[in-house]
């Protein structure tokens, strides 16, 4: 089995980001304000392209 994207809320998005990158070696694909959801959300991406979405809430 597989996963394709996964969700994951965060209380501090740059912390996540940089946890993401350093521990398991993936990188930021996006990141881009919801403005009506009071949120940001973040993508980061493993080497095989599995995607990782990371949601603040504000």
């Given at each position: 089995?597989?996963?394709a994207?996964?969700s994951v809320?965060?209380?501090?998005?740059e912390r996540?980001?940089r946890?993401?990158?350093?521990?398991?070696?993936?990188?930021?694909?996006?990141?881009?304000?919801i403005?009506?959801?009071?949120a940001?959300?973040?993508?980061?991406?493993?080497?095989?392209g599995t995607?990782?979405?990371?949601?603040e809430k504000?």
């Amino acid at each position: 089995m597989t996963f394709a994207h996964v969700s994951v809320r965060s209380s501090d998005l740059e912390r996540s980001i940089r946890f993401y990158e350093a521990f398991l070696g993936m990188r930021l694909a996006s990141r881009r304000p919801i403005p009506q959801n009071r949120a940001e959300i973040a993508f980061v991406e493993d080497p095989d392209g599995t995607l990782v979405e990371l949601i603040e809430k504000r």
